[in-house]
């Protein structure tokens, strides 16, 4: 503990300061204190057994603890931003996810006034749980071939909603295994006999009093996953059920009694997608919360963990001390902050976009679905990986349950996949990426994220002019290169495009799967300047601003400095490949990235301490912030179900027949 303590005294700022800053005010923070007591006392919210349940345990106590944060804030009287804040400290995934996280949202952005005023006190009150299901057995990412149907019967005026294939059974949705009374469902619309594509429905799937299925739904659980099990994600089949005609949600496109099909008006006829963008807004916004719980963790226990002695006689060396474990995770404790702030903007652009689409605007959809998909995709690989790489740093305590570590990563990684494969995120923002080349091509104006590419052709010719290697810890420096990078590889991946087309770049079929590669590549970089350029700014404002004492913003300029290096080690290729920098400008990255390392070690506790994680939120023997990792992890060990008798489950069927000699030898 000693150590924890000593690691501390290094720092240059305040983490105390910097964590307020990070969490909007330090009665933030005083609040959440308060609720982490509230929490503790609370039989459904208690992690001391939280490693040991069985999946039916996990099922059930997820929602015990969803339910208790909703009777709690309704006793209580407290606010949304207590509810959420609940939610991510007792961190029990459950069967109420996607009635939070998708259902209600859905209605409110898809759903009429008067849909909303029917639907949504019902919502609130747990009176009904909702999940959204649209991804199928046979489809998932590729919305348009959905193949379940909703058949307009003008005589009945209802819909026929039905599965009319083996691939059409809807799989995946959270909370529909067992928990879920409704669904909106994704189906495609036919009116009169013409197909009207993908469209949300409302449909009833369970029975209020007595929980069964409702005539013609066939529905349960999927069975075990990799993670996330306190989830009951479902299968559903439908057999020609009716639904009323005021099931769809109509705020865009209407159906009407008559069975006139009436279309979005022409500037919003991509509305639906805004639900999708919501969604991924929050993965990118969770990206950073996540990552940064690893590496809290990773950090505080390599820099109490002491392994090998270089001298005999001389202490052992903490495990943070060895030189390619500090070269491992202090990138990662930048990228982690990195993603914070990509997170809070990421937010701050879809709420901008919000309230203009209240005023019936959609100008910038377009650029919000084409960053929203790109920065999913690139925080989530991001993410994923480095839970990963912190668990290895620590080590086998980082196997054990009791770091946090595996349950973190099997309940995370699902985010690479899930609203969207992340390999079709990057091809959705790489086709805004080809367009807005194809655009400066022919000498019209871009703006937004890709505004840039106006000058690729100066790009194509210009040199980093890297003096020397400190030179690379200037963001100015930084952000040339990876937009010489990504203007580049944009480039590159229109002509691969356009020489598969034939010509002009075709966005579909054989063309442009087999660019794929070059347009991932493309995006990814994309995307990546995006990021850095954002995490520059933010720091930049804050000090500018003065939100921030000097030692704090100098604190953080490093990590933003290390950060782009970072970066542009991994792209060191693609320096060199369009001849943007020499083999002796890309060497000089890793005496760089050395030195700012170096720089970043003695504030690394203060760092991960400013994320302000409670010991209770991290669940982890080896995250604990006093540095007592030994006995945490003993502690954990003696409260396991198998050592609840000293002989153990197996003595009696197994063990006992084998090694007792008198049972032996009447065998």
């Known amino acids: 503990m000693e150590d924890a303590a000593a690691e501390r005294r290094k720092a240059s700022f305040s ?55 909703w009777k709690t804030m309704r006793g209580q009287k407290l606010s949304i931003d207590d509810g959420v804040a609940m939610r991510s400290l007792a961190y029990f995934p459950g069967g109420l996810e996607l009635h939070i996280g998708m259902f209600i949202p859905t209605i409110l952005s898809q759903g009429t006034p008067e849909q909303q005023a029917k639907w949504l006190p019902l919502c609130n009150r747990l009176q ?23 058949v307009y019967d003008e005589r009945a005026k209802e819909f026929v909603v039905h599965s009319p294939s083996l691939e059409s059974t809807k799989w995946w949705p959270g909370g529909l295994g067992k928990t879920s009374t409704h669904v909106v469902l994704m189906a495609r619309l036919f009116v009169k006999g013409k197909d009207y594509g993908p469209h949300a429905f409302i449909v009833q799937v369970r029975d209020l009093e007595t929980h069964q299925p409702m005539p013609g739904v066939t529905l349960g659980d999927i069975g075990p996953k990799m993670g996330y099990n306190g989830v009951d994600n479902g299968f559903l089949q439908l057999d020609h059920v009716r639904i009323p005609r005021d099931s769809m949600l109509m705020r865009y496109a209407q159906v009407t009694e008559e069975g006139q099909y009436i279309p979005p008006p022409p500037d919003n006829q991509k509305a639906a997608y805004a639900t999708m963008v919501y969604v991924r807004a929050t993965i990118v916004r969770d990206a950073g919360d996540f990552l940064s719980r690893a590496v809290t963790i990773a950090t505080r226990y390599t820099a109490v963990r002491r392994q090998t002695a270089p001298k005999l006689g001389q202490p052992e060396l903490q495990v943070l001390d060895y030189d390619n474990v500090q070269q491992t995770l202090m990138p990662l404790l930048s990228r982690a902050y990195a993603l914070v702030f990509m997170g809070r903007s990421m937010m701050d652009m879809y709420n901008s976009f919000d309230a203009a689409r209240a005023r019936g605007d959609f100008a910038v959809l377009p650029e919000l679905h084409a960053l929203s998909s790109g920065l999913k995709a690139l925080s989530t690989d991001i993410a994923a990986a480095g839970i990963e790489t912190a668990r290895r740093q620590c080590g086998g305590h980082g196997y054990m349950l009791a770091s946090g570590l595996p349950t973190l990563f099997n309940s995370y990684v699902q985010n690479c996949t899930w609203e969207g494969d992340n390999n079709v995120m990057y091809l959705q923002t790489s086709r805004y990426m080809v367009k807005n080349v194809l655009a400066v091509q022919l000498g019209r104006p871009v703006g937004g994220s890709a505004a840039y590419l106006a000058e690729a052709a100066k790009q194509a010719t210009s040199k980093c002019t890297v003096a020397r290697p400190e030179d690379w810890a200037n963001p100015a420096n930084q952000l040339a290169a990876l937009t010489a990078v990504a203007a580049s590889l944009a480039v590159q991946a229109t002509k691969v495009l356009a020489r598969a087309s034939g010509g002009q770049p075709v966005f579909e079929g054989e063309p ?138 197996g003595w009696k069927p197994v063990l006992e027949p084998l090694l007792n000699p008198q049972i032996r030898s009447r065998l």
């Open 512 to 649: 442009w799967n087999g660019s794929s590669v070059d347009l991932i590549r493309a995006a990814r970089a994309h995307v990546t300047l995006y990021m850095h350029k954002n995490f520059v700014d933010c720091i930049e404002a804050a000090a500018d601003q003065r939100k921030l004492t000097a030692p704090t913003t100098a604190a953080l300029r490093q990590l933003v400095s290390l950060h782009g290096v970072a970066l542009l080690l991994e792209a060191a290729g693609d320096l060199l490949e369009s001849g943007y920098a020499t083999g002796r400008q890309a060497g000089w990255l890793r005496e760089a990235q050395r030195s700012l390392v170096r720089a970043v070690r003695p504030n690394a506790l203060a760092l991960v301490d400013s994320f302000a994680y409670p010991d209770y939120q991290l669940n982890s023997a080896l995250g604990r912030k006093d540095g007592n990792v030994y006995q945490a992890l003993l502690d954990s060990a003696r409260i396991s179900p198998l050592n609840a008798t000293q002989e153990g489950p």
């Open 128 to 150: 009904i749980i909702g999940t959204y299901a649209q991804t199928e057995l046979g489809h998932g990412t590729f919305v348009r071939g959905l193949q379940t149907v909703a």
């Open 15 to 69: 983490s105390d300061e910097l964590a307020a800053f990070l969490h909007d005010g330090a009665d933030k923070l005083q609040r959440r204190e308060e609720l982490v007591q509230l929490l503790s006392s609370q039989p459904w919210s208690d992690k001391t057994h939280r490693y040991f349940l069985t999946r039916e345990q996990e099922y059930v106590g997820g929602l015990q603890a969803a339910v208790g944060i």
